[in-house]
């Protein structure tokens, strides 16, 4: 079992702490404790993972208080955007502790697939490839989100989906490629699973260790080669996931144009509205003139006229009386 290097003033003010029953030991400050008993019980109680025999070596699990721990205790292969790493040279796992932001994810689950690293290591030594280690570790934590990943890829629709030897590659090339290659990683070993619904892998299993070839293992398996198994996954993979992708991909665009189009649509729709209610004016004051103008010729009166000039015409006695006067 490896040691952790602990500063002195660490030890003297806060020494991590260690708790162990079967074949894990975890190792946590006082801060963590409460954590690290859950994630004890949860590795006993759950200490067997698909396809493979149990597992018997000893795993040390070492849960940092800080970040700046994690990456002293994890060394230079743990990722900057990493929540936790296995190291199958040691038979440890460092992990962050209570201190880890939301993105960390759930510690339980993070731990199952630290753990489930060990284990197919245990059982394949170094056979596995990178792309085949993480999709395994990915199913064994059950992480079914790795599919809305594929949902929502650009890279999808833009490349198409990558070889499975190329998804290595996409491990250590940041966060945002990461997540593509685990989600597609996590979909080749679920479908290599499902290819065999009552054994799954076991079998697949048998004969990688026993030939040391996948492309063998495969054959005896499942009865199809790599080439044709990699060829059938990636045209399924495409199917399932390039429309979705599409959708939500010109889902995102139709929003973002509404962003940035939004205040001149705004604008141009306020100042119709402004028109067309000066419109509406325009044709209520011009009904009201022809209204008027109706009433007028029906009275006799000049449309230019106004009440107070139709008062003051003399009556049609008066004119009589003014003409004899003048005869």
């Known amino acids: 079992m490896v040691a952790l290097a602990v500063p002195a003033a660490a030890r003297r003010v806060d020494p991590p702490q260690r ?23 949860s590795a006993l109680a759950h200490d067997s993972f698909p396809g493979l025999p149990r597992p018997t070596a ?31 040279a040691e038979w440890r796992v460092v992990m962050q502790g209570r201190s880890a932001g939301s993105d960390a ?26 792309w085949f280690d993480e999709g395994y570790a990915s199913l064994c934590a059950r992480e079914w989100g790795r599919d809305e990943v594929l949902a929502a890829s650009v890279g999808l629709l833009l490349h198409g989906v990558p070889s499975l030897d190329s998804l290595d590659a996409g491990f250590t090339g940041g966060a945002m490629r990461a997540s593509t290659a685990y989600a597609l990683a996590y979909r080749a070993v679920a479908d290599l699973a499902a290819l065999d619904p009552e054994r799954g892998l076991t079998l697949f299993f048998g004969y990688w260790r026993s030939t040391g070839s996948i492309d063998r293992a495969m054959r005896e398996a499942y009865g199809l080669t790599e080439s044709a198994f990699e060829i059938e996954w990636r045209r399924r993979t495409m199917q399932r996931y390039g429309a979705l992708a599409l959708t939500a991909n010109l889902s995102l665009a139709l929003a973002i144009m509404g962003i940035l189009i939004g205040p001149f649509w705004l604008a141009r729709r306020q100042r119709d509205r402004a028109k067309l209610d000066a419109m509406r004016r325009d044709e209520a004051a011009a009904e009201r003139a022809e209204r008027e103008g109706i ?33």
């Open 19 to 41: 708790l162990t029953s079967g074949r894990f030991t975890m190792v946590a400050y006082a801060s963590d404790l409460p954590l690290a008993r859950s994630l004890l019980d």
């Open 58 to 88: 000893p795993v040390t699990v070492a849960v940092a208080p800080d970040t700046r721990r994690f990456r002293e205790w994890a060394g230079e292969g743990a990722p900057e955007w990493g929540a936790a790493i296995a190291i199958p």
């Open 295 to 327: 009433i007028a010729s029906l009275l006799g009166e000049s449309p230019t006229d106004g009440p107070t000039s139709s008062a003051q015409r003399a009556p049609p006695g008066e004119h009589r009386e003014r003409g004899g006067d003048s005869t």
């Open 105 to 130: 994810g759930n510690p339980f689950s993070v731990l199952r697939h630290e753990l489930a690293h060990l284990a197919l290591h245990e059982y394949l030594d170094d056979l596995p490839p990178r």
